[in-house]
Each structure stands twice: as C-alpha cells, then as structure tokens.
C-alpha cells in the first residue's frame, strides 16, 4: 500500500492544477473586446442631448484606441439582438451630479443624473477601470491592449461634493477638451456677468465719473475722503450700485451671477455710519453684507457674489440673503502645512460663515505670485485644504494657480482637478503616477525632487511659505545651498534617463526650472562657495561660467516652453534675464565701497534684517523686494558709507526697486555729497527720478541712479533718497505711507 502512494499523491496534485486552470478560464469577467472584435454597441436613448452623445463618441474613440475595435453607436430602435449593450444615458438619481456605472449581466450602465454626469461618467470610466490618462493636452497614456475585460460585477456610484471646480490654469482655460476630461471649468468664472467678476466697485462706481463732485460717496480715511472703496452706509451708493447691476443684467441675460465685491485693498469707509455697524457686528462684512443683501433683494432670481477677503474675512452677525454667494479668501495663509495648523484664523473664519449659510465659494491659492517659478513645496497641503473647505459648505472652489506656467505646472494643475473631484484620493499614487507617465523613464528622479524638498521644509515647521515670498528666504531652510547641489543631481539624473526622447527631455528641462531658478538666486548672493554670480582670479573679478551656462539654459528653457512670465506683475523673463546680466556686468565694477561699514541716518524697516551693510555686501537685489533690499517706509533713506581712508571718488550709483502694486516706487530723486571728517559735507550731485511714479508705471522695474563727477578725494559717501511719502489718489493704497528699497551703493 505504501507503494502506491505517490501514484494517489500525483493523481489528486493534476486534479487540483485542472480546477485551477478550468477555475481562471471561467473567470467573471465582462469582456469588451478581443483581438479587435467586440459583441457590444453603446446604446443612446433617442432623445439624448448634445453632451450625452459626446460621452458616446469619447467612449467609441478611447474603446478603439486601446483594444483597435470601434464599437458601434446606435438608438433604441436600432438594437441588435444577440449583442451586448453599453448604455450611455441620463437617470433619474438622488442627485442631478451623481454617476453610476454598473453591470446587469453582460450589459454595462454608464449615467449621470444630467448630461454633464454622462459625460463626467464615461470620463471615470476610461480613467478608472481602463487606466487612460490625460496628463497634458500633449500627452495622454492609452493602454493597448488585446483584450478589454472587466472583473465583475461592477457597481461604481459617486456624487461629487465640489460642484463647480475650476484650477486656474491655462492649461484648462486654452485646452477645453483637456479641462472637459479633468471635469473643472474651462473660465474663472463660470456663469458670471463677464465684466463684473471681482473687485467690482471701481467699476460700478468710476472715480473718474463720480469723484470730484460726489467724494461722499467714497470711503472716509482719517478726515479725507478717497476713491479706493465705497461708503456703504450712503443711501445714492446703493442706489446707483443697484442700477448698475441691473444694467450689467440686462446686458449679460444668460449671466446668472454678477459680482458685489470691494476693491483689492484694505481702505475702507471709516464713517460714523460705516463704522458703528462694523463695530456692532465685529467686522468690516457686517456693512458688506448689509449692502449686498439690499441689492440681492432687487434681483432674487440671480445670485449677488461678494467677498469676505482681508478686512471683511470675518463673518458678521447679519446673514446672508439666499442668493447672496459668499466667496471666502485665503490670501494671508502659510502654506508649509494645512490650513487649520497654521491658519487658525481663517479656518475659524470658515467655520464662522457655515453657521451663516451654505452657498460658500472659495478663493483658495496655490502658488507664489511673486516667483512663479520658484520651488514652492505645497502639493502636501493642497488635499487636506480641500478637505477641511469640503467638510464646512463650500460646494464651489477656486484654486487660484497661477495661470501661467510656474513650478511643476503641468503636475500641479492635473493633481489639484483631480482633488477637486474626489478630495479623498490617494495623492501619493496620483503623484507617482504623474511622474511615472509624463516623465518616463525621469520620473523616479523627479519624484526624488518633490519628495526631497517637502521633506526638508517639514524638517523647518518654523518656515513661513508666502504667496508672495522669494526663494532666497529659504536659503537657510529648503533651499540651503548644499540641498540645492542635490536636487540639480535629482535633475541631472532624469535628464540623462531621456537624454534620446527629446520630447520627454523638453518636459524635465521644463521641470527643472525651479531649481535652476532657486540655484541663479542663490548665485545672486555671491557669498555661497556652490554657487557665486563671479569668480576673482589673479585679482580680477570674471563671471561664473557655471552661472552664465544656468542662466543661458534658463532662458532657453523658457522660450521652448512658451514660458514668459516671471511674476503676475507682469516681469518678463526676458526682463529677469537682461537684468541678471547686468548685475554680473556690476558685479565686476570696481567699487571702493565693497564691504565697507554703512551708517544709517534714516531708520529701515523689516526687510535685509534692516542691516545697514546690505548697502555694501556684494549681494545685489532682484525683483522681489525680499531679495537683498534694505527697506525704508514712509521715510526718507540716508546713510553714510565710511570708505575707510581717503579716495578719489570719480561715478556714484546705487539702485532702488519699484514694486507698484505693493506700494514700493521709486524715490523721487538721490543726492550724493562727500566728506573726509563725517561732519562737514560737500554735495557731489542729485540723480533725478526718470520714471516718476504714474498709473502707466511698469509695475515690476529696477533703477539705477547714477552721477558721474569730477574727481574729488573723500572718506565719507552720503546717499540720500528722496521718499514720494504717500501714495497718490488714484493708486489703491492711496493716502498710504510708500516704501523705498535700495541695494547696493557702487563707488568708484
């Protein structure tokens, strides 16, 4: 007996291999293609609406992209017996944004609860059961595949929460069909009276036309009246608002929505009208709010968008009309960690309007508006942001990107519409997948990057990430010099993976700009060993070879990737450019003043640490007055520079920043004179202002102010720049205290 015992063994092991192989070959499967033929036809209800039939043919097309088969589109009255079906069609569902897509038997359901859900329905389709991708409106993944099989059964429902979901990217806004697959809007301001979507009151009410001869209809600063917002306590303003708006209908009849909303500063009414009720309710909404709901009551069939943003963040007493649409601004926020970490305020702000109403929009931001390029490590912080406006009422975001190309856009833009969709995906697959399919083989490396540089601002919880910061506040941090030389090896790497795919090359070169952007601005500094804008040999000062090559590749990169924007100010990169050519040509000047002692006269403030020396440091600014500018607001600059023994003094230059939007002009003029004693001194000359400050004004702009003398022996350098003091009527700070910013003082 113990003989035939193998023989048993061997007869129950080939049994057991034979259930196995019938068991795989009758797999519940739903099979909808093999070696390009198929028994399916997708199945359009006869009266199926333009975009019903638009999510047929984009299934039809995908279908026969991956498995070479185009699966015929018929009506009801066209069905073919004997074969499968796909319906395509609208249902009658709990919720009109709500997809199903489910199997009964072999048929397969595709719905939405109204036409934009069919169409958002086959999109999950392609994208979540076949593994399509659409990572830019260039580059999409399409399996191909001999067959196209399902497991079953299938039965997929979900209901987006965000309902109006729009990534302000060009991206979307150029690429329609693209914006149509990632289901966010292809305009800012979907349903909106075109002219009148934010920062409303200028328009509504014209300084030009109303100003002179009505300054009471203007907000009350100290004991003058001025044209940078409304007073919203005058009984005509309402009036003439509330005709204007129904103007703005009348105009725009298919508009739904017409913004409300105060201009973009901070001086609002302080009247005693104004100011008591604000007083009453605990914030500057309260008269908003008040305002709105009057001219919402005129037109209760439309919506009234207004802002709760800086100074009427706060939520009032008084609620909300119905159809009054509350848009909530995140503009002050630190976006090194989510927003209920490092923005208590906002987040008590948000939770303060849910309790007023549920129609909350928000006006999320996403990357540094001064620095478009810069590294920026957010895309950590985007999901549970999401979230937490998800989680109190917020039904329509905006995630203001930065609508030109800026650091990692074409990831950024692809991860925060999927967020929006679905705020509980797995972003750590969604990234790696991006990585993966738009990079290629460079993709792990570029991964590397992104997960490098967030790690190491989570390594410096003290960091405070700004909207409107600069890179070189974060040389001590996440962009350290040495972290700066491996995050180029990250880039090195991918870029020798797809050194033979020029087309995926051109992506990484793209990718790469932030750190090369971040490495130009850490060559600025001149004093790190990895990276100078010079070098000195044999006692003559040369460019950096390294940083000329960066900076060639830099602009080059850039114009292949129709990239022309530094900044939203509008500061070109060709401007960024030119202009750090001329701070090397500087660089190499001679100046007697290099790292001499500088005494203040005048008292900065904030920025450079206020160190009087950064007059002197060889460490020239750049286009954000965070780079390197000693600041000076509302007061004049003067300062002495003690050139250490006598010289001869022949050229004097020293240059100023102008940032208009924010208040920096440049100074009216800057006059130069000279001692030997530090006591008695001679004037050497005024270099007049060639660009004063005018609504025409470039917004983002360097100045130099130069003298040329006839040789004089001096110790001591005066340089004293005249302040404009405060800002013009017409400017949106008007009456504001204007801030001057100097860098380096060039003697020789």
Not at 603 to 615: G, H, V
Not at 623 to 629: G, L, Q
Request: net charge negative; charged share 25%.
């Amino acid at each position: 007996m113990n003989t035939l015992k193998p023989t048993i063994y061997l007869f129950l092991f080939s049994f057991f291999i034979a259930a196995i192989i019938i068991s795989c070959q009758n797999k519940n499967v739903l099979q909808l293609a093999k070696n390009g033929q198929s028994n399916y036809e997708i199945v359009l209800n006869d009266d199926a609406g333009q975009k019903v039939k638009l999510a047929a043919i984009q299934l039809q097309h995908y279908l026969e992209k991956i498995g070479s088969v185009k699966i015929p589109i018929v009506g009801q009255n066209e069905l073919t017996e004997g074969v499968n079906k796909i319906f395509v069609e609208i249902q009658e569902l709990p919720s009109p944004e709500q997809i199903i897509i489910q199997n009964n038997e072999k048929d397969l359901t595709i719905a939405g609860g109204n036409p934009e859900a069919v169409y958002h329905a086959s999109l999950v389709f392609l994208e979540d059961f076949l593994a399509c991708r659409w990572y830019s409106p260039e580059v999409e993944k399409i399996p191909q595949l001999k067959k196209i099989e399902l497991d079953l059964p299938i039965n997929h429902r979900y209901k987006p929460e965000i309902t109006t979901r729009t990534v302000h990217s060009r991206l979307f806004y150029e690429n329609h069909e693209f914006a149509h697959k990632h289901k966010v809007t292809t305009e800012a301001f979907p349903h909106y009276v075109p002219s009148a979507r934010v920062h409303t009151f200028h328009r509504f009410m014209p300084e030009k036309a109303f100003y002179e001869k009505h300054p009471e209809y203007f907000a009350l600063r100290g004991e003058r009246r001025l044209p940078t917002q409304l007073c919203l306590t005058n009984p005509d303003v309402l009036q003439i608002v509330t005709d204007t708006v129904k103007a703005y209908f009348e105009r725009y009849p298919e508009s739904d929505v017409i913004s409300v909303s105060q201009d973009d500063n901070t001086q609002y009414c302080e009247c005693d009208n104004c100011k008591k009720i604000d007083r009453e309710e605990g914030s500057q909404s309260a008269t908003m709010v008040r305002f709105v709901n009057a001219i919402a009551a005129k037109f209760p069939d439309k919506v009234i968008s207004t802002l709760a943003y800086q100074h009427t963040r706060k939520p009032c007493k008084t609620k909300p009309a119905d159809n009054v649409l509350i848009t909530l601004c995140s503009i002050e926020c630190d976006r090194s960690a989510p927003i209920e970490e490092k923005c208590s305020d906002f987040a008590s702000d948000l939770i303060g309007w849910k309790k007023l109403t549920e129609n909350i929009r928000i006006w999320d931001y996403t990357t540094q508006f001064t620095n478009f390029l810069a590294p920026f490590p957010n895309l950590k912080t985007l999901q549970p942001n999401i979230q937490f406006f998800r989680n109190n009422n917020a039904r329509w975001i905006f995630e203001q990107h930065s609508h030109n190309p800026s650091e990692l856009f074409e990831l950024r833009s692809y991860l925060m519409a999927k967020l929006l969709w679905n705020p509980d995906a797995d972003v750590e697959e969604i990234i790696t997948d991006f990585t993966n399919g738009y990079y290629e083989e460079a993709g792990v490396f570029v991964k590397q990057y992104i997960d490098h540089v967030h790690q190491e601002l989570e390594n410096n919880p003290d960091f405070f990430l700004y909207l409107y910061g600069d890179p070189s506040q974060a040389f001590e941090s996440f962009l350290k010099p040495g972290l700066l030389v491996q995050y180029n090896s990250y880039f090195d790497q991918a870029e020798e993976a797809v050194a033979d795919k020029q087309e995926v090359l051109k992506r990484v070169k793209t990718a790469r700009l932030s750190v090369d952007y971040a490495s130009l601005e850490a060559a600025r500094k001149n004093s790190f060993d990895e990276f100078r804008m010079t070098e000195a040999k044999n006692g003559k000062v040369s460019v950096n070879k390294e940083t000329m090559a960066r900076l060639k590749n830099f602009e080059e990169t850039c114009a292949n990737g129709n990239i022309f924007l530094m900044n939203e100010m509008g500061y070109k990169v060709s401007e960024y450019c030119d202009a750090y050519e001329t701070t090397m040509k500087r660089l190499q000047v001679e100046n007697i003043a290099l790292n001499t002692k500088v005494e203040l006269l005048s008292k900065p403030k904030k920025y450079a640490k206020e160190d009087p020396q950064t007059l002197t440091d060889g460490s020239l600014g750049g286009s954000s007055f965070f780079a390197n500018w000693l600041g000076f607001e509302g007061n004049d600059m003067e300062a002495v520079i003690d050139l250490g023994e006598v010289k001869e003094i022949k050229h004097i230059s020293s240059g100023f920043l102008q940032v208009t939007n924010h208040i920096v002009f440049f100074p009216e003029k800057v006059s130069y004179s000279y001692s030997t004693d530090n006591k008695t001194f001679n004037e050497l000359g005024v270099a007049g202002n060639p660009k004063p400050i005018s609504k025409s004004s470039k917004v983002n702009d360097i100045e130099f102010f130069n003298i040329n003398v006839e040789a004089v022996k001096a110790r001591y350098v005066k340089v004293k720049a005249k302040n404009v003091s405060k800002a013009p009527v017409w400017h949106n700070a008007a009456g504001l205290p204007v801030w001057i910013f100097c860098d380096e003082v060039i003697v020789n």
